[in-house]
């Protein structure tokens, strides 16, 4: 997993908790990598794992709405870093179908060894979108986060229904209508 969401989660934690419950969080989590991360270099997905598990432990918070957050400050970020790819769009529903083939073709540029999730979109019926997220890291819930970031960022109002397939790991359809 690209450093880049090591330390992009860390800034998270700093904001909303504390520099301090970054440290203790490191400390606690004891990392093949020692918590040390650069932007670009390559670590284990596991530690991610074990760093989110570990600040439920500290926070109360559940797995599920700490990852959601997280995809939140990620889109967040995105949106600073890459603005080119936010230019002349004007809705989610015009942005989402863009990730795949657009969005992590320019991220594969600069990482060329990034592992990505796959986002497969259909438009069923006007208003309507079904985005089928595939990872090999299962992490629908921060998937959900930077899709209702997304939303938010355009100032639209979607209802967003997940659906969990079958398959290892299983697919995600998230189906966004608006409302």
Known sequence: ????????????????????????????SHLPSGGIYTSIGTYDPQEIVTLVTNLST???????????????????????????????????????????????????????????????????EPGMMI???RSKRNLPDLAEGLILACIDYFGESFLVRRETGQGDPPETRFIITAQ
């Open 1 to 28: 997993m690209k450093g880049i969401i090591f330390t992009e989660f860390f800034e998270l934690v700093d904001e909303r908790f504390s520099f301090e419950t970054t440290e203790h969080l490191i400390e606690m």
């Open 58 to 124: 500290l926070t109360g918070i559940s797995i599920p709405d700490l990852l959601k957050e997280f995809g939140r400050h990620l889109f967040k970020r995105f949106l600073i870093s890459f603005p080119a790819f936010f230019e002349g769009i004007k809705s989610p529903m015009e942005f989402l179908p863009r990730v795949d083939d657009y969005v992590h073709l320019e991220v594969r540029k600069l990482y060329p060894d990034a592992e990505l999730p796959s986002f497969a979109c259909t438009m069923p």
């Open 131 to 133: 985005m089928t997220y």
